[in-house]
């Protein structure tokens, strides 16, 4: 089993972060799942009323759905060239910060990278 990411492909910023991550998932742990294929086909119930276009969302292997940050975390930690900060992200009280600052990145994100016209999967 995997843990499952949806992520924006029409999102420039997310597509090549998805890339990157691809690249160091030497385990083979992450599936990634654009929101646009994941909306389409009914295949992923509890993604229904999320703002999956807004914040990255993950099913882990363990079945629960993460969104933004917590889902930065969580891949960090599944990687184990960035598992450290993971880590670091994980200590207590860093949800205080981590969590507002993804949001304020998020929602600027197009502003400062664009937007494909066309989903890109590769």
Same mark, same amino acid.
């Given at each position: !089993?995997?843990? #499952? $990411?949806?992520?924006?492909?029409?999102?420039?910023?997310?597509?090549?972060?998805?890339? $990157? =991550?691809?690249? /160091? @998932?030497?385990?083979?742990? +992450?599936?990634?799942?654009?929101?646009?294929?994941?909306?389409?086909?009914?295949?992923?119930?509890?993604?229904?009323?999320?703002?999956?276009?807004?914040? +990255? %969302? !993950?099913?882990?292997?363990?079945?629960?759905?993460?969104?933004? =940050?917590?889902? #930065?975390?969580?891949?960090?930690?599944?990687?184990?060239?960035?598992?450290?900060?993971? +880590? +670091?992200?994980?200590? &207590?009280? $860093? @949800? /205080? #910060?981590?969590? &507002?600052?993804?949001?304020?990145?998020?929602?600027?994100? %197009?502003?400062?990278?664009?937007?494909? @016209?066309? &989903?890109?999967?590769?």
């Amino acid at each position: !089993m995997k843990h #499952i $990411v949806f992520y924006d492909a029409q999102c420039p910023f997310c597509f090549y972060v998805k890339k $990157v =991550f691809r690249r /160091f @998932d030497w385990l083979d742990q +992450i599936k990634w799942v654009s929101v646009q294929e994941a909306t389409r086909g009914g295949k992923y119930p509890y993604l229904e009323g999320r703002n999956t276009l807004d914040e +990255i %969302h !993950m099913l882990t292997k363990q079945g629960e759905v993460k969104e933004g =940050f917590a889902t #930065i975390r969580k891949l960090l930690l599944a990687l184990p060239l960035f598992s450290v900060f993971g +880590i +670091i992200l994980s200590l &207590p009280g $860093v @949800d /205080f #910060i981590g969590s &507002p600052l993804y949001r304020w990145f998020s929602a600027h994100r %197009h502003q400062w990278f664009g937007r494909y @016209d066309l &989903p890109r999967y590769a």
